[in-house]
C-alpha cells in the first residue's frame, strides 16, 4: 500500500519561506514523476510544480522563481522550497505521485502566509 505523507507547512508572514516535505512509502518501484498541488478555499486543485523521473521541473507561472521543487536521495522523497511567499499562496498542499499506472495522494498540509 502506497502511501504519501508531507510535512512542513504553516503560518508564515508574507515574504517568508516554508520547505515542504513529502515521503511516498509502500512502493519499491521509483516514482514516474511527482509533483505539489495546492487547493484554496472555494477554488479548484491546481498543479504547483512537477518533477520527473529524469529531474525535469515544471512550474505555474505564478510560483515561477519563488518556489523551487527538488528530489531527496531517498527514493521517492520530494521537496518543496517556497520563498517570498504571498497571501494568495495560502492553501492546502498537496503531494502527488505517479508509480507504473496510478496516481497517489497525499492528505494535504497547510500553508497559511499572513499579510
Known amino acids: 500500500q502506497v502511501q504519501l505523507v508531507e510535512s512542513g507547512g504553516g503560518l508564515v508572514q508574507a515574504g517568508g519561506s516554508l520547505r515542504l516535505s513529502c515521503v511516498a512509502s509502500?512502493?519499491?518501484?521509483?516514482?514516474?514523476?511527482m509533483g505539489w498541488y495546492r487547493q484554496a478555499p472555494g477554488k479548484q486543485r491546481e498543479s504547483v510544480a512537477t518533477?520527473?523521473?529524469?529531474?525535469?521541473?515544471n512550474y505555474a507561472d505564478s510560483v515561477k522563481g519563488r518556489f523551487t521543487i527538488s528530489k531527496g536521495n531517498a527514493k521517492n522523497t520530494m521537496y518543496l522550497q517556497m520563498s517570498s511567499l504571498k497571501p494568495e499562496d495560502t492553501a492546502v498542499y498537496y503531494c502527488?505521485?505517479?508509480?507504473?499506472?496510478?496516481?497517489?495522494w497525499g492528505q494535504g498540509t497547510q500553508v497559511t502566509v499572513s499579510s
Open positions: 518533477i520527473s523521473r529524469s529531474g525535469s521541473t
Open positions: 502527488n505521485a505517479q508509480i507504473l499506472y496510478a496516481t497517489y
Open positions: 509502500g512502493s519499491a518501484i521509483s516514482a514516474n514523476a
